[in-house]
């Protein structure tokens, strides 16, 4: 299930990016869906998870309200926006396809992870 993350960026504290994850040899329909990141120094932690039909969206606590999770399986694609970026969120972003959603991030365990798309918040 390989997945291609795009939409990185750098930008000030306070400016937003929006991350755009497709699925390049399978389809994200049936599945449930996630974004993780991984900031220098620290292990890969989960920040949000979509299911399989968008109902439900789970958010880490210190992106909540801030970042929104969107599923769009007309594109295959999953989205992150992300709003009032902080340096804190500097991070390499990743998605992956997995069994679950829910605030553990347990249905990821296995996934199969892309290269990631680097964000960078500083003034």
């Known amino acids: 299930l390989r997945v291609v993350e795009s939409g990185g960026d750098q930008v000030q504290p306070g400016k937003s990016v929006t991350l755009t994850c497709v699925g390049a040899?399978?389809?994200?329909?049936?599945?449930?869906a996630g974004w993780f990141r991984q900031a220098p120094g620290k292990e890969r932690e989960g920040i949000s998870c979509v299911s399989r039909d968008g109902g439900l969206t789970k958010y880490e606590k210190s992106v909540k309200g801030r970042f929104t999770i969107s599923k769009d399986d007309a594109n295959n694609a999953v989205y992150l926006e992300m709003k009032n970026l902080k340096p804190e969120d500097t991070a390499i972003y990743y998605c992956a396809a997995g069994s679950r959603c829910d605030a553990s991030f347990s249905g990821f365990e296995n996934a199969e992870w892309g290269l990631g798309t680097q964000v960078t918040v500083s003034s």
């Open positions: 040899d399978f389809s994200f329909r049936p599945l449930h």
